[in-house]
């Protein structure tokens, strides 16, 4: 399933081609291996609280979302080879290009909307 992902704070879109990872191997595997993620491109991950990076080849956005879609924390470009803590107000994870999340202005406290796309 396709995902649109909208932060709603800025009324700005981040992604129009996002995937969802639900699946116990989807949400281990990632994005592992890929060699890019375009510009309107990314993952969901659910349910997730913490991340890695391992064996990814690209540096990404983060942006971990409480219940109601509202970032309780967010990485800017966090690099290859990384994990973060857990955070347990988070209930998902989006993961975006690096520069998306700065190039849209999206902060810690906005709330993010993800809506399937047809």
């Known amino acids: 399933m396709r995902l649109r992902v909208t932060n709603m704070t800025r009324d700005r879109l981040l992604a129009d081609r996002a995937e969802r990872a639900t699946r116990f191997a989807d949400r ?27 064996f990814m080849r690209i540096p990404i956005d983060v942006a971990f979302l409480d219940p109601d879609g509202v970032i309780v924390k967010q990485f800017l470009a966090l690099p290859p080879w990384r994990t ?25 406290g906005d709330r993010l909307v993800l809506e399937p796309v047809d």
């Open 28 to 54: 281990f595997v990632g994005l592992m291996g890929r060699r890019s993620l375009a510009l309107g491109e990314g993952l969901h991950i659910d349910p997730c609280n913490s991340i890695h990076t391992f």
């Open 84 to 108: 973060t803590s857990m955070y347990f107000r988070a209930k998902s994870v989006v993961e975006l290009p690096a520069g998306t999340l700065a190039a849209s202005g999206t902060q810690e």
